[in-house]
């Protein structure tokens, strides 16, 4: 069950997400604009109030947000599993290259379409190869050397992710149900998905699009799995 924290969280981040404050979003959904102040989340009496199924329904028809991909939000509390993050969007380095470099403070970055080609990633899903670029990424991260960028290329993962966003993803990552994840397939396909349920045998994907399926498939059809861990605005 969501908690009165999670849900509130995930109509900030949503409407974060659309550049939009949540006075904005109201707005956009053609609700009172005070709907989601935060003077509204509690009662004089101290008890917790909560958003109706109304309001939450049509912010998510205004938004074109499949309710996968609000339920993701609200089980990531509306924030980041790592502190330190930076918020939008981060500067391209296009002249600089993985092969040979300086250790920098950026990390790596492709294309999707590049990605689904081989010779990019070694057997564990990590950059490998020629080809790959360098973005700067101001965060201090942990896994700073375990991490590179993919960045969104047409409309297949329309609403969460626009052509031209960059996703940051962590290959050697543990998985756990409700995770936003790239997969890569063995036919070389490349995807943006929502983790439904992974087994020894198969892997359960929920659409970031409602307008493309579900999809499913077994271990042996998959190349790599990394858990996407920020993405651009």
């Known amino acids: 069950m969501l908690s009165h924290a999670q849900i509130w969280g995930a109509i900030e981040t949503l409407a974060s997400q659309h550049n939009l404050s949540t006075s904005g979003l109201a707005r956009l959904a053609g609700l009172d604009p005070t709907s989601f102040n935060k003077s ?3 009662g004089s009496d101290g008890r917790l109030r909560w958003p ?3 309001s939450v329904s049509k912010i998510i028809e205004a938004t074109n947000t499949s309710f996968e991909a609000f339920a993701m939000l609200a089980n990531d509390d509306g924030k980041s599993r790592y502190e330190g993050l930076p918020n939008g969007s981060f500067a391209r380095q296009p002249n600089s290259t993985i092969a ?3 250790p920098t403070s950026g990390i790596p970055v492709l294309g999707f379409a590049q990605a689904g080609a081989g010779g990019f990633f070694d057997d564990a899903g990590f950059p490998a190869g020629q080809g790959w670029e360098q973005i700067d990424f101001p965060a201090n991260l942990g896994t700073a050397n375990s991490v590179y960028a993919l ?3 047409g409309d297949s993962m329309l609403p969460l992710y626009r052509d031209g966003d960059t996703l940051i993803v962590e290959p050697d990552a543990t998985l756990k149900k409700g995770d936003r994840v790239v997969v890569k397939t063995i036919d070389g ?3 943006a998905k929502i983790l439904a349920r992974d087994t020894v045998q198969a892997i359960e994907l929920l659409s970031v699009n409602p307008e493309h ?3 499913q498939f ?3 059809d998959i190349e790599w799995t990394a858990r996407i861990i920020w993405a651009s605005q």
């Open 52 to 54: 109706s199924t109304e």
């Open 189 to 191: 396909e490349v995807m």
């Open 213 to 215: 399926p579900n999809r």
């Open 100 to 102: 040979g470099s300086t």
């Open 151 to 153: 960045e969104i290329q």
């Open 218 to 220: 077994d271990k042996k």
């Open 40 to 42: 509204k989340r509690e």
